[in-house]
């Protein structure tokens, strides 16, 4: 059974970047087909798609995000990781990770969540 | 605004009937990419509750069933429970934007 489980600062100042880790437990981040998302919820809002990493390597970005957003993979770790700069307090958002098989199945395997707070 | 058009909420008696429609167009469901589901109580992960327009995952009771035709996407819920009182949300693929979208969420209370 994969797990996934995010880490990262819970306070983050304005203008400077969010860095948030995935450790995916129970399987290998490279075998398989798999995307490795993040999504995040700000409060009392719905749920918008970050981006993600297929275990092949390639990532896809939600446009409106874009220009401020890194995710990558990190294989020796078996983490993925998401990098978001210039964040403001309308970035202030419980963020998650998920994994959906390749095939585009939906993100079957979601972890808890961690709230990030913008915040000087 | 999101690109999924969902109502804002919902409500129902228990072991009534409700639905939940999630509105698109012809770059995302029109477009034949499927519609997923997910349950999502406050203060838990979301848990998927559809694939693929209309198939449950292993645990998912039946009341629970999903359809799609043209540009919308529906999720049904029978005999409704007080458990089953969470947000709704509904995903799909966009191609003129490459990404995954979400609908904005549909709150159901159960009265």
Redesign the interface.
């Known amino acids: 059974q994969v797990q996934l489980q995010e880490s990262g600062p819970g306070l983050v100042k304005p203008s400077q970047t969010l860095s948030l880790t995935c450790t995916v437990s129970g399987d290998s981040i490279s075998s398989g087909s798999y995307h490795w ?1 993040w999504i995040r919820q700000p409060a009392g809002k ?4 970050i981006g ?1 990493v297929h275990t092949s390597g390639s990532i ?4 409106s995000l874009k220009s401020r957003v890194t995710i990558s993979m990190d294989t020796s770790n078996n983490q993925f990781a998401l990098k978001l700069t210039s964040v403001t307090a309308a970035d202030t958002a419980v963020y ?1 990770c ?1 994994s959906e098989p390749g095939r ?5 395997c ?4 961690t709230l990030v707070t913008v915040s000087s | 605004q999101s690109v999924l058009t969902q109502p804002p909420s919902v409500s129902g008696a228990p072991g009534q009937r409700v639905t939940i429609s999630c509105t698109g167009s012809s770059s995302n469901i029109g477009a034949r990419y499927n519609v997923h589901w997910y349950q999502h109580l406050p203060g838990t992960a979301p848990k998927l509750l559809i694939y693929d327009n209309s198939n449950r995952p292993s645990g998912v009771p039946d009341r629970f069933s999903g359809s799609k035709s043209g540009t919308s996407a529906s999720l049904a819920i029978t005999g409704l429970q007080a458990e089953d009182e969470a947000d709704y949300y509904c995903q799909s693929y966009d191609s003129s934007l490459s990404a995954v979208i979400f609908g904005g969420g549909t709150k159901l209370t159960v009265l």
């Open positions: 998302n719905g749920l918008e798609w993600r896809n970005y939600n446009p998650y998920a585009g199945t939906g993100s079957d979601w972890g808890q969540g």
